[in-house]
């Protein structure tokens, strides 16, 4: 089970840090990282990290976001820097697969998702 927290409103070119735990399974030697997805829009893909640390992010988020991981407390963080409104969306954690592009048929689990309202 991923546990997403971090989510809120925060007005544009601040920033917000996002948390996700898994707890009842390790996903240590499991790619974990972060989809997103806007109203009216399909979910995609924002950053993954592979178990090595191997990162892979969003053109749309590159030099903005960083993600990192904690294997030994089985969690990882999604860092956002220089929101802009068009980051608004639900952030959903997710872990499987083992390499960072995180595709998502490779899912093997999904968080609640947490909600980033970013206004102007």
């Known amino acids: 089970q991923l546990q997403a927290s971090g989510g809120g409103l925060v007005q544009a070119g601040g920033s917000l840090r996002l948390s996700c735990a898994a707890s009842?399974?390790?996903?240590?030697?499991?790619?974990m990282g972060w989809y997103r997805q806007a109203p009216g829009k399909q979910r995609e893909l924002v950053a993954g990290i592979t178990s090595g640390g191997t990162t892979n992010y969003a053109d749309s988020v590159k030099d903005r976001f960083t993600i990192s991981r904690d294997n030994a407390r089985n969690t990882v963080y999604l860092q956002m820097n220089s929101l802009k409104p068009e980051d608004t969306a639900v952030y959903f954690c997710?872990?499987?697969?083992?390499?960072?592009?995180?595709?998502?048929?490779?899912?093997?689990?999904w968080g609640q998702g947490t909600l980033v309202t970013v206004s102007s």
């Open positions: 009842g399974r390790t996903f240590s030697s499991s790619a």
């Open positions: 997710a872990a499987g697969g083992i390499r960072a592009a995180l595709t998502a048929h490779l899912i093997k689990s």
